[in-house]
């Protein structure tokens, strides 16, 4: 199960079985999508399954996390999502009334996120092969001329910024499936980040990097970028937003915020120059009203990822190994 | 089962639950791929999940008809297949040199049809909620200046012509299934059909319509071109093109080779004029050497499909109702 966490086993699935198979990866590395030149556009193009489990809890369900995921993918390359398609596989014995209300939703979300669902495929599998309904989602966006936003870009001296509080949607996706309450509910932060994304372009132009922590969290995030881009990086864990029920919900559970994952939001590398622009632009959006800066890029111990706790003291912050959670999207 | 075959159920899933969901189809009916307009390029874009079972059979793997059957969706509006993504569900407990052997394969059939896999997801699911592997591939393509193609387009006066023998994917699929032998192994047909696409449009700019043959076989399609242009189409059944093995097979299946699946076939819609042009530009193409004029449409019966049969019958050819074999691509 380790394989699909966003950590060290699917990295290294990748890397071992898929990208020699395929001819090898872009030397830019692999973002969340690709940025591709066709017919002189430069478009966005990305892929994601969505096999979370349950398919409805708060805050959302299977259908607008896999329009978000999606869109916010693209968002993370500068893109503009223009268009989505949809492909389902059914379970046999799935009701008809789940996967209408999964059809709404998708709607909904394309939508709210300005995205046109243009096509689609259905696959239905016997009992006990599928799980109620699993969604694919690949959309394609256009690359504004002049923004290149990629993980491969953050450089040190650069300020690392989240737009929000972290670990909503893990702990939403936990708390429905072990049945425990954490006094309140707490809704998955489910959201499409187009939006933010070209307010925060448009006053910051020195954005380097942009990703939106899913699975393996902010954690597998930053440790990517960091990856990519051969830069050490410093996050003040104190300074990390964490929303006081996740907190709750994380000691509970025995989980590390950093590592649990967010639909909602997003971790942005910019020129320290930029930095406080880039910080106003996200604080007067919606989804961004919470954004702090949490650490910065530097010179020292290149590709590794440390935080400096509250205490005083320094800890190495990991890729998560294996599935913390699995099926969170 | 019924819904996911490519028939009538799936057609009404498709229009009742997610067109609506979805804000309704476009105006010229529903393609094999969605032509876009975006930053000033026609791009077609395209999507389908791969669920076939076994992963592996003669002609072919999983891998390979994950890849063919995306680039022959595009070249279906003109396309040239340019970029993939490719995502899959994987079962917990399938072996890592099962999932090597199909990346291996969709390397080798995205070189060969000369497209590139660009983006890419991994999920895992647990033992009991999927099948080994499942693969989704998206594709994008350009479409050519001039080139409009589409099921809408076909009228009377058409040419029917299909590019060579049928049934062979769906056949090969039974009888691995069935463990039958039908004196000769019969072998997939899966191929990337991008360059014939290509030979047949030069010679011939009067082609309406275009479609690969896969679920619900010759009859789906050509229903599908029939319903969404209004005309009527009248085949000659004893014109179409069946390999011996398939049609022993079918006999002893009783399967009606019209309804079975083919992955390296297209059918073509040409105007009268241009249909001898297209014929010889189809022969002249190693997958095509077997094209053969099959039918043609008429004002009579508009959106009805007939076919005579050798005998000096007619019999309607509907769409399939339900899914005649299951989980064949």
């Known amino acids: ?9 699917s990295a290294e699935l990748v890397e071992n079985l898929f990208l020699p198979a395929f001819g090898g990866a872009p030397d830019t590395g692999l973002g969340d999508s690709a940025v591709l030149g066709i017919g002189g556009a430069r478009l966005a193009f990305s892929t994601d399954s969505y096999v979370v489990r349950p398919l409805f809890f708060p805050g959302g369900c299977i259908g607008d996390l896999a329009v ?10 500068g893109a503009t999502a223009a268009y989505l398609s949809c492909a389902v596989i059914l379970e046999e014995g799935v009701e008809t009334s789940v996967v209408g209300r999964v059809a709404q939703a998708m709607g909904e979300a394309a939508r709210a996120a300005g995205v046109e669902i243009v096509t689609g495929d259905t696959k239905v599998v016997e009992s006990g092969h599928g799980d109620g309904i699993y969604i694919n989602t690949a959309g394609i966006g256009l690359v504004p001329p002049g923004v290149d936003i990629g993980p491969h870009r953050a450089r040190p001296g650069d300020v690392v910024i989240v737009s929000g509080g972290i670990g909503l949607h893990g702990v939403a996706i936990m708390s429905m ?40 969290g902010l954690a597998a995030s930053v440790n990517e970028i960091a990856a990519a881009s051969g830069t050490g990086v410093v996050l003040r864990e104190g300074d990390i937003p964490v929303p ?11 989980l590390d915020p950093l590592y649990v994952a967010n639909e909602g939001k997003l971790v942005a590398f910019v020129a320290r120059a930029d930095a406080e622009a880039a910080l106003a632009a996200l604080r007067a ?26 205490f005083g003291g320094t800890r190495v912050v990991d890729l998560p190994i294996g599935e913390q959670l699995p099926r969170i999207c």
């Not at 006081?244 to 025995?254: H, Q």
């Not at 961004?288 to 020292?300: F, L, M, N, T």
């Open 177 to 216: 499936r072990e049945g425990l309450e954490f006094g309140v509910e707490v809704a998955s932060d489910s959201a499409p980040l187009g939006g933010l994304v070209r307010d925060l372009l448009a006053a910051a132009p020195g954005v380097h990097a942009l990703r939106d922590p899913t699975r393996g």
């Open 68 to 77: 978000n995921g999606t869109v916010n993918d693209l968002a993370m390359s």
């Open 1 to 9: 199960m380790g394989h699909g966490g966003g950590g060290v086993m």
């Open 285 to 310: 959006h919606p989804l961004g009203a919470d954004a702090a800066v949490i650490g910065e890029c530097v010179a020292e111990h290149p590709g590794m990822v440390v935080a400096r706790t509250p």
């Open 244 to 254: 006081p029920e996740v907190a709750n919900a994380c000691s509970v559970l025995g």
